[in-house]
C-alpha cells in the first residue's frame, strides 16, 4: 500500500480545523456531542440494553444527516440482544475498492458514562464524517464506523464489534488500507509528572499528560510514522508514537485497530494514552478539557 493515503486523510481534517470559514459547523459541537452520549445514554452497553439501543439510533442519525443515503448497520447477537455497527461510506471516485476505515467505538465499560472512553472518540468521528462528507469524493472509499461492544465483557471476544465488522471485511476479501481507531482522546493536562507509564518505556515519552499517542504494532509501523509526520506538519498539538509488540506490552491492542490486526490489516489507535494512566482522567465525568476540540479534530 502506499502509506501516505490514509495520513493525507488525517492532515486534511487538521487544515479544516486550523483554517475552516467561520461559517462551517465543526470543533463547537464536540462538547455537545459527549455531553449527550454521557448524560442520555450514560452506560451504553448490554447490561443496559435500552441506553445502548438509544445510542445506536442517535449516532445513525447524526450519520444520516451528512449522507443519508450512505449509513448502514450491520446487526448481530450478543448476550441474548441486537447490537449494531453503524457504518457511513464515502465510496472513492478512482480506486473504489481501496479502502479507509475510521473507526471509534460507542459503548461504555459497566459503571461509567464514558465521557472520554469514548464519547471522545465518537465526537471526533461525527466531526471527521461531517468534514468529509462535504468534501467527497475522494480517490479512496472513506468508511467511518461507529463500533458497539468493545468493552468487557466483549473486548477481544467474537461478540466485540469491530471482530465482528473486521472478519466480515476479510470474508469479502476487501482491501483495508488502513484502520485509524478514535480511542479516548479527550484527557489532557500540562501538570508536571501528570503521565505514568510502565518501567519499560518510562524513560521514552514526557512526563506531562498532553499529548495525543499514535499507538500500533511492528507490522504498521510505516503507516504509524506517516500518520505522524503528516499530523506534525499541520498542528501544534504534541504528539507522540508507539510502536510495540502487543505480546510485550498488551496495552498497543487495547482498541478497535486490534480486530483489523487479526485479520491482517494495518491499523493503529489514536489516544490520550488512557492505558498509562495520569493523575486526572474524565472517562466517567462530563467535563472537557479546552483542547479537546482540537485534539478530537485531529
Not at 24 to 43: G, Q, S
Request: aromatic residues 8%; negative net charge; contains cysteine.
Amino acid at each position: 500500500m502506499n502509506p501516505s493515503k490514509p495520513s493525507i486523510l488525517l492532515a486534511l481534517a487538521l487544515v479544516s480545523y486550523e483554517n475552516r470559514k467561520q461559517s462551517e459547523p465543526a470543533a463547537p459541537a464536540l462538547p455537545t456531542y459527549i455531553t449527550k452520549l454521557a448524560v442520555d445514554f450514560p452506560e451504553r452497553n448490554t447490561r443496559h440494553p435500552e441506553q445502548l439501543q438509544a445510542a445506536t439510533d442517535w449516532i445513525a442519525q447524526k450519520l444520516e444527516t451528512h449522507a443519508p443515503d450512505s449509513v448502514t448497520r450491520q446487526d448481530y447477537q450478543a448476550a441474548g440482544l441486537k447490537c449494531s455497527n453503524i457504518e457511513l461510506s464515502l465510496t472513492g471516485k478512482k480506486q473504489p475498492d481501496e479502502i479507509i476505515v475510521i473507526g471509534s467505538h460507542y459503548d461504555s465499560v459497566p459503571g461509567s458514562p464514558g465521557a472520554n472512553d469514548n464519547g471522545s472518540g465518537i465526537a471526533a468521528l461525527l466531526y471527521l464524517a461531517q468534514h468529509f462528507s462535504q468534501q467527497a469524493p475522494f480517490e479512496q472509499t472513506l468508511r467511518f464506523v461507529a463500533f458497539t461492544n468493545e468493552e468487557p465483557p466483549h473486548f477481544q471476544t467474537t461478540k466485540m464489534g469491530s471482530i465482528v465488522y473486521a472478519k466480515r471485511c476479510a470474508l469479502k476479501s476487501e482491501s483495508i488500507l488502513a484502520m485509524l481507531s478514535l480511542e479516548t482522546m479527550g484527557d489532557y493536562t500540562d501538570a508536571p509528572k501528570s503521565q505514568k507509564y510502565p518501567p519499560l518505556v518510562a524513560a521514552l515519552y514526557p512526563e506531562a499528560s498532553n499529548f495525543l499517542a499514535i499507538v500500533t504494532n511492528p507490522d504498521s509501523k510505516t503507516l504509524c510514522a506517516t500518520v505522524k509526520e503528516h499530523f506534525q506538519s499541520h498542528s501544534a498539538l504534541p504528539i507522540e508514537s508507539a510502536v510495540f509488540p502487543p505480546a510485550l506490552f498488551p496495552q498497543s491492542g487495547w482498541s478497535d485497530h486490534w480486530a483489523f490486526w487479526k485479520e491482517r490489516y494495518p491499523g493503529l489507535m489514536i489516544t490520550d494514552t488512557i492505558t498509562c494512566p495520569s493523575a486526572r482522567r474524565t472517562s466517567s465525568t462530563t467535563q472537557d478539557s479546552p483542547r479537546q476540540s482540537k485534539a478530537s479534530s485531529a
